[in-house]
């Protein structure tokens, strides 16, 4: 049977293999300490990697708290994207960390800087998030555990990138403030019982003016030891934002989609087309299997080394 369990809310995902009577039975038995069961009526959409729902069993709630590794997430399972299945992973990339400033892309709910935070002597860590209620929950789990070494940005990894390599304005950003995500959180639409948000609108609200705009021209660029991107469908195509930020012997963790199959000859093409691209050198450290998403098609970790 194919759902999450994701503090006491459970979500059925797609494709379902059985009716919806003997899912709301088996996992109602199972857990008894669920609240609502949600099924999941779409793969998931961009631009914020959320599908829609539908609430099939219980409270119609879509918040809850999720606990991994003693660590408290909070998240709102039908506007911000959340996988428990990728917990180990998380705790396996924050081991990794030194004495260092890392950069986690595509940060949701910070679920990598707070590891990475917890488990790490990691200096700082700046996190990158566009949609603005996963930042909203981002910023409470930093204070729901006790976090203060990550500072979170809103918006586009394409337009922020520049921004926070600058090494006088990296801190001065005021991204942490709660009220500021507040602010510009579209209202969200809930029509019989399906959620979802206007995703269009929602991209326009986010106001980047507040962002100081800096002149890089002349500007010494502040260079992180390492860059997460766990954008598996696209994190190559932001790799022309991340090579200018990572430091010479820099570790870049790229996540991809990839058949068994050619998951090693898929990571080495990617890298030789790309590194020509970009013009920097690279040598691979790990490739790993992180997950399934469909039978035989793996979510794939690259852990590399930049030479530049
Ligand atoms: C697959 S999720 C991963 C979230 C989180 N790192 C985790 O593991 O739970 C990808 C996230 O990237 C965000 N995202 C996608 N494109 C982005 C962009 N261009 N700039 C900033 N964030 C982006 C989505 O909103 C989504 O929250």
Redesign the pocket.
């Known amino acids: 049977m194919s759902y999450d369990i994701i503090g006491d809310i459970a979500v059925i995902k797609k494709p379902m293999k059985l009716r919806e009577e003997e899912y709301i039975k088996e996992i109602r038995n199972r857990y008894k300490f669920i609240k609502t069961i949600l099924l999941q009526e779409t793969d998931v959409l961009p ?3 959320v599908p829609k729902y539908r609430v099939l069993y219980g409270e119609d709630k879509t918040e809850t708290i999720s606990i991994e590794y003693g660590l408290k997430f909070k998240v709102d399972v039908v506007r ?4 428990p299945r ?1 917990s180990n992973e998380r705790y396996r990339i924050a081991k990794e960390v030194k004495e260092e400033e890392v950069l ?6 910070n ?2 800087p707070i590891y990475i935070s917890k488990f790490s002597n990691a200096k700082k860590i700046y996190s ?4 603005p209620f ?1 930042v909203k929950y981002g910023l409470e789990n930093l204070r729901l555990n006790k976090i203060n070494n990550v500072i979170t940005f809103l ?4 337009d922020i990138y520049l921004y926070i390599g600058n090494l006088e304005d990296r801190d001065a950003i005021i991204n942490n403030n709660i009220d500021y995500i507040n602010d510009i959180i579209y209202s969200n639409i809930e029509v019989n019982n399906i959620y979802y948000y206007e995703e269009n609108e929602l991209i326009k609200n986010i106001k980047y003016n507040k962002i100081k705009k800096i002149d890089f021209i002349n500007k010494s660029i502040k260079l992180f030891d390492r860059i997460i991107m ?3 469908k696209e994190s190559h195509n932001f790799l022309e934002y991340a090579i200018p930020l990572i430091k010479s012997n820099g570790i870049i963790h790229l996540y991809q989609f990839f058949r068994e199959e050619e998951i090693e000859n898929n990571s080495y093409n990617l890298l030789d087309e790309y590194s020509k691209k970009l013009n920097f050198e690279y040598e691979i450290l790990k490739i790993l299997k992180v997950g399934d998403i469909a039978p035989g098609i793996y979510r794939v970790c690259i852990d590399f080394k930049v030479i530049k």
């Open positions: 631009p914020y990697r911000t994207y959340y996988s990728l986690v892309m595509f940060s949701g709910v679920v990598y990158i998030e566009w949609n996963a918006g586009d990894v394409r766990p954008l598996p």
